[in-house]
C-alpha cells in the first residue's frame, strides 16, 4: 500500500459547477471548495445566485450525470418534493417558430423539475458530507499562483485580514461563473488573452411565484421567436410545496418589467395566452423578481496555444448562456462527470496532460452552446457581426426538425435527444429524422396549446 499523500485539489466557487467539481474530484484527492458568500443551511435564496429565483429545470442528460456523480440524487429530490416530469407526456410546449408540439409518453425523456434553492440545497448536502471535502466560506479568490508553464496553489482574501494567503494545491479549478477571472488571472501569469465571443439577445427575466391553483399541473412553455422581435416568452414551472414559479421574458425592445400589475398583461400579451389566462385568478406568493444579465458568453480556452499545468476551468467559468434553455446546469454535471473519468483513469498529477482536460470540459459547453445561439444570433443587436451562411443553414434546418417533430412523435424524439443533451446534433441527421421529415406520417399541426379540457377547467373554469 502506497504511503504517497494524496493530491490535494482547489475548486473557486460553491455554486452547481464547483459542487459537482468537488464531488468528481474528491475520489482522487482532498479538495477544499472555496466560496465567497455564506452557503444557506436550507433551500434558501443567496446572494451569489440572483438568477436562481428563475424558472430552472435539468434536462435528462443532466439528470443522467447527477445520478452518476451522486447515486440516488434525484430519488433525493424527488422525496423533498421535486417532480421527474415526461417530456413531452408532462409538457405543453410552444416551439419558438410558434408550433405547438403534441403530447405523448413513448420517448424515454424526464426533466427534473424543482426550485433551484431545492436542487441546490440537497446538491450540498450530499457533497459537503463528504469528509475529503473541506468548505471555506467568505473566502475570495484573488490570483493564481505559479507561472504560465505551472499554477501551483491561488491566494486568497477573507474579510477579518488584510493580508492574503496562499493555499497551495497539485490542482486549482474555476468554477466560479459568469463572473471568473480567470482570463485576467491567465495574463497575470504571462500567457495571451482568452478569446471570446458573447451573443446578447437582450432578454429580461421576470418571475413570480403563484399558488398552485391545480396539482400535478403540466409545464407550460410559450418560446420567443426570433422572427418576430422583440420575441418574448414565458414558462409555468410547477415546483414543490404547491406552487408554480412563473417567468416571463423579453428581448430588447420588449422587456417585462418588475411591476407586479403588468405581470399578468405582459403573459397575455405573448404570441398565445395561455400562460396570462391561467395565471389571471392565480394568487401571488411573491412580488416580481428581474434580471437582465443574460447574454451568451462564451471563452475558448482550449484554443490557446499553452496551457499552465495545474489549472483548469468549468461549467460556466467556460460559457454562460441564456437562462431559457435550460441547458447550464446540465452541462456542469456532464463536465463533472467527464473531469471524474479523467482523474480516474489519468490522475490530476501527470505533466502537461491538464491542457487535455480542459478540451474535454468544453465538449459539453460546445453542444449546449451551439443550440443557444442558433437561435439569439438571429435577434437584432445580439452579435456585432451577421449569422454566417452555415448558422443560418443549420438555423433553416433545425426549424424544419422542429416543424417536423410537432407532427411525427418518431421524429420528435430524435429532436428531443439533442435537446436534452443526450446525444450529440448529429443525432438530427439520423434515418429517425431525416425519413419522416420529407415523407411524413404527418398529423396536421396543433391550433392551440394541448392543454386537456379537465387541466384547463382546473385553472380557469368554465370561461
Known sequence: MSDA???????????????????????????????????????EPRRGVPQARHAHLVWTGGVTALDTLLPGLTEDLVTRGARLAHIMGDMVSRAPNEIWFRRFTSTPHRNLVCSRDLLDAVTRERVLADPRITLRENTTAARLAGDAARVTGVHLRTPDSDTEEYLAADLVLDASGRGSRAPHWLEQLGLPPVPERQVDAGVAYATRVFRAPAPDFPLVNVQANPATAPGRGGIILPVEDGRW????????????????????????????????????????????????????????????????????VIGDAIAGYNPVYGHGI???????????????TRGLLRPGSVRHLQKLLTRPVAAAWDLAIGQDIFYPGATDRPPTRMERALASFVDRAVATGARNPRALAALLDVMSLSRPATRLFSPGMLIPMPFGPRRPFLTGAPLTEGERKAVVGEG
Do not use: C
Open 5 to 43: 499523500p494524496r493530491p490535494t485539489a482547489v475548486v473557486i466557487g460553491a455554486g452547481m459547477s464547483g459542487l459537482l467539481a468537488a464531488a468528481a474530484l474528491a475520489g482522487h484527492a482532498d479538495v477544499t471548495l472555496i466560496e465567497r458568500d455564506t452557503l444557506p443551511a436550507g433551500p
Open 245 to 312: 414559479i412563473v417567468t416571463l421574458s423579453g428581448m430588447r425592445g420588449g422587456e417585462p418589467t418588475d411591476d407586479p400589475d403588468a405581470f399578468t398583461d405582459f403573459a397575455l400579451g405573448l404570441g398565445d395566452p395561455v400562460i396570462g389566462e391561467l395565471i389571471r385568478d392565480a394568487e401571488p406568493l411573491t412580488d416580481v423578481t428581474t434580471t437582465r444579465s443574460t447574454a451568451n458568453r462564451r471563452r475558448y480556452f482550449e484554443k490557446l496555444g499553452r496551457w499552465p499545468d495545474g489549472f483548469t
Open 330 to 344: 446540465t452541462v456542469a454535471a456532464q463536465s463533472a462527470v467527464a473531469l471524474r473519468e479523467y482523474a480516474a
